[in-house]
């Protein structure tokens, strides 16, 4: 039984950071994909970011958090982390981790089995 567990949302004004966690337990496994994912209130659920398992890998970043945002992942403790810089009041959701089984990357929902409770992120 896949679980992913995420940590580090929290409040912050505009301009600020946060770091958000998410551990991974369950398999053994340590080549798939991990990704972040987000949803405000009546909206669709948005692409952040995704990462493999390569050596030295950047991770797929979507256009609307290039720049202000890094992914990076820690496989021997089977942990992806999500750098958020320079918070802007749209980017308060709820922040999910999500897990595939296959070891590349496709930043869409669809392409992930395994999801996380979410972490909430506010920005004002």
């Known amino acids: 039984h896949v679980q992913l567990v995420e940590s580090g949302g929290g409040s912050v004004q505009a301009g600020g950071s946060l770091r958000l966690s998410c551990a991974a337990s369950g398999y053994t496994y340590n080549r798939n994909c991990l990704g972040w994912f987000r949803q405000s209130p009546g909206k669709e659920r948005e692409e952040v970011a995704a990462?493999?398992?390569?050596?030295?890998?950047?991770?797929v970043i979507a256009d609307s958090v290039k720049g202000r945002f890094t992914i990076s992942r820690d496989n021997t403790n089977h942990s992806v982390t999500l750098q958020m810089n320079g918070l802007k009041p749209e980017d308060t959701a709820m922040y999910y981790c999500a897990a595939s089984s296959l070891n590349y990357c496709v930043l869409e929902s669809s392409f992930f089995q395994w999801w996380g409770q979410g972490t909430q992120v506010t920005v004002s």
């Open positions: 990462i493999t398992a390569s050596e030295g890998a950047l991770g």
